[in-house]
């Protein structure tokens, strides 16, 4: 048996548990990750400033989530670049339960940072099991000072149920052009790279506009194109575009997959299929006629949780 949030204890004292709160908390939220603020910047020495903010941290399912509030400070100081290597260090903030766990040195919010390994291709350090990621800062080699560090990729924000990402990535080929691959042969272009933080249910867009080259009042052209997820083609995700005499046609298509968390690719495979070969359009005009000559947008979407 559990009390719910707001329910005054009874008589006997029994009421809302910490570990209850937890899991309340955690029903507001689809991942661990930064709620507002904590900025994190390079010093002239060997640490790191993290600024004042708050994060969704958690020791795992079983224990719920924490809000974690950070007044602001520096982290721990690393070792100065390796002569020869970068690294990458990872800049992390938990919330520590004394009362709870034994191991823990108190009840306090702390914000520190893993270290590195230098490398040529240097990877990301594993941090502590209980710390949220607020960013990674790639270190060249030679630093003295953590401000010649930079961040790397985005930070890592909590996602409250319901929320979507928006727009996850976008290649919009603004190009007026004639296609010059054989029939039937798949160009694969347009590659995006993109992250998501939990499993996410994904639109995948694209528009184009393209004529018939050569036109006449009977010309054909038919392009086809399908979505690729890392490298992978997705299931039935082709479609064929037909241009008809000499029109200079829009169209459009949109698929929805479930994309795992974490980093991905996607682009698109695009072939000629019968009649003339495309022409495709592009005009920099917003609006009227000449707004619709779009090029080629490619475009990933969030549209929310996959469960």
């Known amino acids: 048996m559990t009390t719910a949030l707001g329910v005054s204890c009874d008589d006997d004292g029994n ?13 507001f939220f689809q991942n661990t990750g930064i709620m507002d603020g904590l900025a994190v910047s390079g010093k002239s020495d060997l640490t790191y400033q993290v600024s004042a903010g708050v994060a969704v941290c958690s020791r795992g399912a079983s224990d719920g989530k924490m809000l974690a509030y950070w ?24 919330a520590l339960n004394k009362p709870e766990y034994a191991a823990d040195v108190d009840n306090q919010v702390h914000v520190g940072v893993t270290q590195g390994v230098p490398a040529a291709s240097p990877v990301k350090p594993t941090i502590p099991t209980d710390a949220t990621e ?32 928006g727009v996850l990535a976008e290649n919009w080929d603004r190009r007026s052009f004639g296609w010059t691959a054989d029939k039937g042969v798949v160009v694969r272009e347009q590659k995006v790279t ?66 795992p968390a974490g980093t991905h ?14 022409n495709f359009h592009y005009n920099d005009s917003q609006e009227g006629p000449s707004g619709t000559w779009t090029g080629r947008r490619f475009l990933l979407v969030d549209i929310g949780a996959s469960a």
């Not at 982290?75 to 992390?92: E, F, K, M």
């Not at 960013?135 to 149920?161: E, F, I, K, Q």
């Not at 690719?265 to 495309?278: D, H, L």
Request: proline fraction near 6%; charged fraction near 10%.
């Open 15 to 27: 009421g809302v548990t910490p570990l209850t709160h937890r899991h309340i908390i955690g029903g």
């Open 71 to 94: 007044p602001g400070g520096a982290t721990t100081a690393v070792a100065a670049g390796d002569p020869s290597n970068p690294r990458i260090d990872v800049v992390w903030i938990r």
């Open 134 to 165: 607020i960013c990674r800062m790639l270190l060249p080699a030679g630093a003295t000072a953590t401000n010649a560090a930079t961040m790397m990729g985005d930070a890592s924000y909590a996602l409250p149920y319901g929320a979507t990402l």
């Open 194 to 259: 993109f992250t998501v933080p939990t499993d996410r249910l994904v639109r995948f867009c694209y528009k184009c506009n393209f004529s018939a080259s050569a036109p006449t009042a009977t010309s054909v052209s038919e392009w086809a194109m399908q979505f690729y997820l890392d490298g992978q083609v997705l299931d039935h995700s082709a479609t064929n575009f037909v241009s008809h005499s000499t029109s200079w046609t829009t169209h459009e298509t949109s698929y929805v997959a479930v994309v």
């Open 265 to 278: 690719t996607a682009e698109i495979g695009g072939w000629f299929g019968y009649g003339n070969k495309p």
